[in-house]
């Protein structure tokens, strides 16, 4: 059954292709700049972030590691996790979006939380050109770890991937998930260390597992550090993000198949 599943898959890539297109520009169609919107987009929050936490507030900290634009700091870690929100929120309201699709037979259901996944990936993309461009701008430093981050993003997408076809399952099952999902991503972005330092938090502070354990914050960081600190990530932490996003990756697609038979009847 799985080997099934990935065979129709590469068959029709070029339909995966099509729906991650369709996902990554459907909210630009219509308006006047169209899909300069995916660049445009991300240099306005970068610039309104800048003025306000740099330039109005004067928030400064570690600078030691050539951070002394807190606005820039600010959306490089909010780079993943969005693209974190986008690939669950959109896995999981991606079945039932899409019932027409599930009724037909021969549609390969596993394109719909691709397509989320992908899109949100891709996203990030424009995203981190964006921050590029004002990184030069405001004078800071460009080093030449920036290559290394498609080597991040690889296991991000696998990351993206599980929690997008776990989240297709959970939605069509539990109509209420989406719900519950806004408070849980809400409350994963004020314990993920994108607005606070985490070198702040004591070693023996109850709250240190919900940063040694946070797949999140090990990606925060690794961004960070190939952007901003011109260095290679820890190995440990690069190690156990890449190992859980792929079992999580593999779990969720095996869950994905055997299960999408049922849809039909419950969309």
């Known amino acids: 059954l799985v080997s099934s599943s990935l065979s129709k898959l590469f068959e029709r890539r070029w339909l995966a292709w099509y729906f991650v297109q369709r996902q990554l520009f459907r909210s630009y169609r219509g308006s006047f700049l169209g899909v300069l919107w995916v660049f445009i987009g991300p240099l306005m929050?970068?610039?309104?972030?800048?003025?306000?936490?740099?330039?109005?507030?004067?928030?400064?900290?570690?600078?030691e590691d050539g951070v002394s634009n807190f606005g820039l700091y600010l959306y490089c870690g909010l780079i993943p996790f969005m693209a974190f929100s986008?690939?669950?929120?959109?896995?999981?309201?991606?079945?039932?979006?899409?019932s027409t699709l599930v009724q037909k037979v021969v549609f390969p259901l596993e394109i719909l939380p691709l397509s989320t996944a992908s899109s949100a990936i891709i996203n990030q993309l424009f995203g981190f050109g964006a921050l590029m461009v004002l990184v030069v701008l405001f004078g800071q430093q460009l080093h030449w770890t920036v290559l290394l981050v498609p080597l991040v993003m690889v296991p991000q997408l696998l990351f993206n991937l599980g929690l997008s076809y776990l989240g297709a399952v959970a939605g069509t099952y539990l109509?209420?998930?989406?719900?519950?999902?806004?408070s849980v991503v809400r409350a994963t972005f004020f314990i993920t260390p994108i607005l606070w330092d985490e070198e702040k938090v004591p070693q023996d502070s109850a709250l240190r597992p919900l940063i040694d354990y946070n797949p999140l914050a090990s990606l925060v960081d690794s961004y960070r550090a190939l952007v901003f600190e011109g260095a290679v990530p820890d190995l440990a932490p690069t190690l156990w993000f890449t190992l859980f996003a792929a079992v999580l990756c593999v779990v969720g697609f095996l869950l994905f198949v055997r299960v999408k038979h049922s849809f039909a009847d419950l969309v």
């Open 45 to 63: 929050m970068i610039a309104l972030y800048t003025l306000v936490f740099s330039e109005i507030l004067g928030l400064r900290f570690r600078e």
């Open 86 to 98: 986008d690939a669950i929120n959109g896995g999981v309201g991606s079945i039932r979006k899409n």
């Open 175 to 182: 109509p209420d998930m989406r719900e519950t999902l806004t």
